[in-house]
């Protein structure tokens, strides 16, 4: 697959152009006077571009359900307030009012618009959430790992149109346009060919302004997606990628850079209002951005990250220590950030010393944007057959995503779900099942989401918490590969973030966080309906092909042998739930004892 000219935009948005387009005199003459322009006929040295930017959407075209759905905001007390936020009908309404009155705007994104997306998008492999990013005029985004969940030709199908390959169109006589903007993988090339899978860069123009933009996802990609999805690709270096097509736009007299990259960092607070450059510049913030932005060139003069869900605006100084900003905006469409990039028209750059930013909440108490009511409505009539089918009933809350305990209920739900539907010796024979903690998408939440009463799980609600369809292995594992994959939970690769992974009944252990490393897990406490686990035996181990394949830094687990392949993760969830819940007798929230935490 090779990059393709963005398309045309109408009148309004035609001047977002791609990297080597040039914008015609007669365009030029169209445009609006300079805001800064006093009328002589001489344009100012300096005018401010609005950068508008967010990340992490996921499909997330209607408000996050249940605790997903807040932001936290620091109060002048002290105390923390949760707002409810996001919504693409009220993202819309924010960006729209945010570009008034600023003539020079541009919006970026920084990946994972798509994938891992609720019922209402990914039902339709993600065609509605295009469809919305291109009402919202974004310009330009890097590609995030999660755009390559079903592939380089899929990703390729979003980007240039045309109705899925094996589903064909979903509305008669309309075909999937694509993508109005282009999508940037800078550091995604071709095994065989080397080239780049898609556009590396590209350069926003208007009345003599130009800022580049290039965009990058996370070298580690190809651990956390599965085989089948960057299937025929390379991910290299995040910094090498970027200054490498830095110094190439500076050669095409291109000065103002902007860096767009799907990985990021965690703040030392989780209120979007935290200042995270005190007590100095960039001292609130740790993980793998830090490193990333300390040794990108300083020719790149703002970086707009994600793939974390977390909310920050930094100042991380560059190799030269300058201070350069560093934001992201949290996820699913609750936050935007607004940053103030002045250019100057003489060095064709950025005045660093001038750039402001801030992120701002995508509140629910101000108008929805009409057309993406239409365009969630219009995918809503086409989803309902399948959305507002009933699965099984809740007494209550059972969070996953929404939890910050490292043992999770509905993590235990699900891992137990895949277990009872894998221990049968016909169905694989399976003693424990793992869960990552990653693939649970959502909360299940008693409040009804629509007309099918408090309690009840429709199949739109099981598929937002489970949205992969990943299919299950069960697996030959010996009881050392065991031990080595829950120490792989906090050693290795998820040392600096751990990734703590959600068992089932039966399974308990204790895990020391006053520990380094793998001593994290006390070896002596792991055992199996009240047994220590034997290294020597063979146990037979229930997960989803993610975690199969040694994914999301657990080799350990990609070392099983005498794999049978059972139905997906989703059918496995819904079956517990018809199994275990009934309107009289609901599901209630599982114990979290598991996990023995010492801290």
């Not at 805001?35 to 209607?62: C, I, M, W, Y």
């Not at 006589?173 to 993508?179: S, T």
């Not at 800022?211 to 270096?237: R, S």
Request: one cysteine or more; glycine letters at 10%.
């Amino acid at each position: 697959m090779s990059a393709t000219p963005q398309k045309n935009r109408t009148t309004r948005r035609v001047l977002a152009v791609a990297a080597g387009l040039a914008t015609t005199g007669a365009l030029v003459a169209a445009m609006p006077a300079d805001a800064h322009d006093r009328g002589h006929g001489h344009k100012p040295r300096t005018v401010d571009v609005q950068l508008l930017s967010f990340n992490d959407l996921h499909g997330n075209l209607e408000p996050p359900a249940g605790s997903a759905g807040n932001v936290s905001e620091k109060q002048p007390d002290g105390t923390v307030k949760a707002i409810p936020a996001g919504g693409v009908e009220y993202l819309a309404t924010s960006l729209r009012t945010a570009r008034k009155g600023n003539p020079y705007s541009v919006t970026a994104a920084g990946g994972d618009m798509v994938g891992a997306s609720p019922l209402l998008s990914g039902l339709f492999h993600d065609e509605p959430t295009i469809e919305a990013l291109n009402k919202l005029d974004l310009d330009v985004s890097a590609v995030g790992n999660h755009e390559f969940d079903e592939g380089a030709t899929e990703l390729a199908r979003l980007q240039n149109g045309g109705c899925h390959p094996v589903e064909g169109c979903y509305e008669k006589g309309e075909e999937f346009e694509g993508a109005d903007f282009p999508y940037l993988a800078a550091n995604v090339t071709k095994e065989k060919t080397g080239k780049p899978l898609l556009k590396p860069y590209t350069v926003w123009k208007k009345n003599g302004v130009k800022i580049g933009f290039i965009g990058v996802t996370l070298e580690g990609t190809p651990d956390i997606v599965t085989a089948n999805g960057v299937k025929g690709l390379k991910f290299h270096d995040e910094v090498e990628t970027i200054n490498k097509y830095a110094r190439e736009l500076d050669r095409q007299g291109v000065k103002s850079i902007v860096a767009l990259i799907h990985e990021g960092g965690a703040p030392a607070s989780t209120s979007y209002n935290y200042d995270c450059d005190s007590p100095g510049a960039g001292d609130g913030i740790s993980g793998p951005i830090v490193d990333i932005a300390k040794g990108i060139t300083p020719k790149v003069d703002a970086l707009v990250t994600g793939h974390t869900h977390q909310a920050y605006v930094c100042t991380v100084p560059d190799p030269s220590g300058r201070p350069r900003m560093v934001t992201s905006a949290s996820s699913f469409g609750k936050l935007y950030t607004d940053t103030t990039l002045t250019y100057d028209r003489r060095t064709k750059d950025i005045v660093r010393t001038s750039v402001k930013s801030a992120n701002h909440v995508v509140t629910r108490d101000q108008p929805k944007a009409a057309d993406m009511t239409r365009l969630i409505d219009r995918w809503n009539k086409l989803a309902a057959p399948i959305a507002n089918r009933p699965q099984g009933w809740i007494s209550a809350d059972i969070n996953g995503r929404g939890s910050t305990a490292l043992e999770k209920p509905l993590g235990n739900v699900i891992a137990d779900a895949q277990l009872e539907g894998l221990a049968p010796a016909d169905k694989g024979g399976a003693e424990v099942a793992f869960m990552n903690p990653g693939g649970i998408r959502a909360d299940l939440v008693h409040k009804a989401s629509g007309s099918e009463g408090d309690g009840v799980v429709t199949y739109g609600e099981a598929f937002t918490v489970q949205p992969f369809t990943n299919m299950m292995n069960v697996v030959d594992l010996t009881g050392a590969r065991l031990v080595a994959a829950l120490q792989q939970q906090v050693s290795g690769s998820n040392e600096a973030s751990p990734k703590i992974l959600q068992v089932s009944r039966g399974l308990t252990y204790t895990l020391d966080l006053t520990k380094s490393g793998a001593a994290r897990v006390v070896t002596d406490s792991i055992k199996l309906n009240g047994e220590a686990i034997d290294p020597a035996r063979t146990y037979r181990v229930a997960m989803n092909e993610f975690l199969a394949g040694g994914g999301d830094g657990f080799p350990a687990l990609g070392q099983g042998t005498n794999k049978l392949v059972g139905a997906s993760d989703l059918d496995l969830f819904n079956a517990y739930l018809a199994a275990h819940s009934t309107a009289a007798s609901p599901l209630a929230p599982p114990a979290t004892d598991r996990i023995t935490i010492v801290k």
